[in-house]
Structure formats: structure tokens, C-alpha cells
């Protein structure tokens, strides 16, 4: 894991004083990833402060998966900068998440075998776990 000051992110760059949040638990701030010419997730931001519940909802394609996995490390954002306790950081993998306290639980649980069948939805629970 990779920890930046307050001023950089991951490429160098200076991050402008107001996108910095520091009262934040975990914030994505600008957040743009692609998979070739796909852009799968393009200014994605998202702020979550102690004791909240927020839910992440868009249509197929919107970029939810995306920020999500980039919230656990999966994939590394092309740029933006995401904090932790007001601390711009990268995770390596979800390893590194894990290590700082944030998990992602991606689905449901599989019914018991004998139960009457249900729609799928797909769900995404985002866990951040500071201690305390």
C-alpha cells in the first residue's frame, strides 16, 4: 500500500485543496478507469463518512462494479485519488484493502439447496472497519 501526501496522488499530480477530504472516512475523488477504448467508470467520486449506509445504484454499465472493485483494490484507478482518513493512498491489491480495514462482499449467498429458488441481484457490500 502506498501512502501519498495530501497534496499528490498516485501520478504526482496535485490535488486541488477542495476535493481533499479529510472529515471523510473513505473518499474516491475523480476516479476514471478504462479497459482498452472501453471507459468503464469516468469522474467517479464517492464520499462515505462514519455511521453512514449509502447505496449505489445506476443502470448496466454505469461504472457501480468499477468503483466498487476500485474501492477494494481490485483494480487501480487511472487517475483520481481515493483517502482514507484524509490520507491519499493506492492499494496494491485487495490485500492492501483488507489490511486497512475495507472489504467487499460481492453477492448474496447461495440459497441452501433444497430451498425455493429466487432472483438473483446482484450486491455489493462495501465494509470499512477502522477500529474503535
Known sequence: MKRFTSAQQAGGDLVP???VHPEAL?????????FGAVHALVDGRLVLRAGEVHALVGENGAGKSTL?????GVHAPDEGVLTLDGE???FGGPADARA???A???QEPTPPRYSR????RARRVVVVNRGG
Do not use: D, F, Q, T
Open 26 to 34: 473513505l473518499a474516491l475523488v475523480g476516479v476514471r478507469k478504462s
Open 104 to 106: 467487499v462482499i460481492y
Open 17 to 19: 485543496e477542495r476535493e
Open 88 to 90: 491519499p493512498l493506492v
Open 68 to 72: 466498487v472493485k476500485v474501492l477494494a
Open 117 to 120: 429458488p429466487r432472483p438473483r
Open 100 to 102: 486497512a480495514g475495507v
